[in-house]
């Protein structure tokens, strides 16, 4: 079993940039494909942007395409979200979550995560 555990959330003004990270502790970390999502407070849990297990491959939401950036560091067991241009809509707490059966692009496949770290960007 894999832990997560978020960090780098903060308050931005909107068009600046945050860059959050996940640690992933164990000794498999290759063997899952990791995933970023978030949920606004009345909303329902979304997709953000997942990575494949090498990091040769990525996926993103509509809405944040062009602007955040996933990227994995497999020797450190890290997951990574750059996120530039940054939007009053995009605040939300953002969960680190890993699946190890599935495709990096099953969205619905990620059964572990992090406890999440907020994200406020002010107008």
């Known amino acids: 079993q894999v832990q997560l555990v978020e960090s780098g959330g903060g308050l931005v003004q909107a068009g600046g940039s945050l860059r959050l990270s996940c640690a992933a502790s164990?000794?498999?970390?290759?063997?899952?494909?990791m995933g970023w999502f978030r949920q606004a407070p009345g909303k329902e849990r979304e997709f953000v942007s997942a990575?494949?297990?090498?990091?040769?491959?990525?996926n993103y939401a509509d809405s944040v395409k062009g602007r955040f950036t996933i990227s994995r560091n497999n020797a450190e067991n890290t997951v990574s979200l750059q996120m530039n241009s940054l939007k009053p809509e995009d605040t939300a707490v953002y969960y680190c979550?890993?699946?190890?059966?599935?495709?990096?692009?099953?969205?619905?496949?990620?059964?572990?995560w992090g406890q999440g770290t907020q994200v406020t960007v002010s107008g």
């Open positions: 164990g000794r498999a970390f290759s063997s899952y494909a």
């Open positions: 990575v494949s297990r090498s990091g040769a491959s990525t």
């Open positions: 979550a890993a699946t190890y059966t599935g495709s990096y692009l099953r969205t619905h496949g990620y059964d572990t």
